[in-house]
């Protein structure tokens, strides 16, 4: 089973070079501390930087430079700054080729819920009904189950939509899925997770096809 930073390392593996991508909030800001020396990657945040670096180490942040979540950040050399009138013109323009987001429920179909649970306050929706209009290539960064131990992959979103059919692979503490046709494929497997187990905590329709590989993060 995997913690908040294996899943941010197995998903670093997914990130190639020369790539774009736009980190959402929680497990998926951690993805810039684990990606591959020999490539050339720019992060990019929707309140206005592009060139994101790993996390400040404690004692060298610097608090006017954060994410959109707020938290300090730091910047590669040629990194930029600008508006957020600029940025989300990058986004609805389709200039970011990998969106990594947390996320409340998917759907098997595809569907995202990540900004609001009904009754509860939030500041607002943020970037992401943007993000996932305009991205090809949705990556879902969650755990499996809730702290309930409730099922997140479901057969429909039960919480208020952030988009739709537009999430292609998620991974969580227990498996890598790609969202098909049919339901949740079953890709990869944690480390010292059985299959039986991924079913158990998977409400939606999950396919294996064969011998499920146990996933490499290191």
Known sequence: MLDKNGIAKRIAKEVKDGYYVNLG???PTLVANFVRDDISVEFQSENGV??????????????DVINAGKQTITT?????????ATSFSMIRGQHVDLTILGAM???ENGDI????????MVKGMGGAMDLVSSAEHIIVAMMHT???????LLKACSLPLTGVKCVKKIVTNLAVLEVGPEGFI??????RVSVDEIKAATEGNLIINGQVP???VD
């Open 214 to 216: 146990e996933m490499k």
């Open 186 to 191: 079953l890709l990869e497997r944690a480390p």
């Open 50 to 63: 592009l060139g994101m670096g790993p996390f400040p180490y404690e004692g060298d942040e610097d608090a």
């Open 105 to 107: 429920e998917v759907a």
């Open 76 to 84: 590669l050399p040629g990194a930029s700054f600008f508006d957020s």
């Open 146 to 152: 809730n702290r309930a131990g409730e099922s997140k």
């Open 113 to 120: 819920a990540n900004w609001k649970i009904p009754g509860k």
């Open 25 to 27: 909030i929680g497990i």
